[in-house]
């Protein structure tokens, strides 16, 4: 048996999420129906993170094991055959049998796109979240610095959820602005149930001028999921990559 790394790239828009659910479209059994007709047998695959509805990643990262006597490259080209047009399978790596996709993360990045003008942006409808009112960007860089560090993030954590500990290290949270779209980037050791999503609603009240900067803050200390402002749309969401600290073993390419 081989144990592959997998990084994804998908559009989101039309799927229910990353994890198995009967009766709808998702990546992870999309995937695997793929992998299935490769291997002619079922696979499992075991993804980084469960990407909500209508969330897009850049680079997520999924493993799976085989005794399909396939190369990387085999792999790689045989898998893009099979996924439909909005999924791409950017790399296959054969990893030590330790790895695990989600237990061995080390931190992952996010980034949130707002769109801020006036006008409609037909082009980016799908990818970004429209707001057309003018947006306090200083407000809200202030805003977002003061959540890093280590702390309970319960206040951004949306139930139902089977998590029992709250506490994220988040090392990175900042803004940058290309012309009208500002770009919201998130890097932590791990994320809570819609966490980053709630974060950006609750930075974007402040950008409206609805909360202060520094009510950051008290709704960090109040560890409760009402402190904070609403959950932003999944569409403007994205897994930018997943980091670990494994060596690779040599695998024929």
Known sequence: M???????EYDGTQYAGWQRQPNVPTIQATVEEA????????LTLVGAGRTDAGVHALGQVASFRTE??????????????HLPPDISALSVEAVPDTFHARYSAKGKL????????????????AWSWMLYK???????????????GTHDFSSFETAPTDNDNPQCSLQQADLRRHGDLIILSFYAD????QMVRAMVGTLVEVGQGKRASADMRHVLAAHTRAAAGRT?????????RVDYGETTIPHPT
């Open 232 to 240: 932003a749309p999944a569409h403007g969401l994205y897994l930018v």
């Open 134 to 148: 003018p947006l306090d960007y200083a407000a809200m860089t202030e805003a977002a610095a003061t959540l890093t």
């Open 68 to 81: 399909r006597g396939l190369s990387q490259r085999e792999w790689l080209r045989a898998l893009n055959a």
């Open 2 to 8: 081989t144990t592959f790394k997998l990084v994804l």
């Open 110 to 125: 996010y980034e949130y796109h707002l769109m801020n003008r006036s006008e409609r942006a037909p082009l980016l409808r």
């Open 35 to 42: 992998l299935a007709a490769i291997a002619q047998t079922k």
């Open 190 to 193: 791990r994320f809570l149930k």
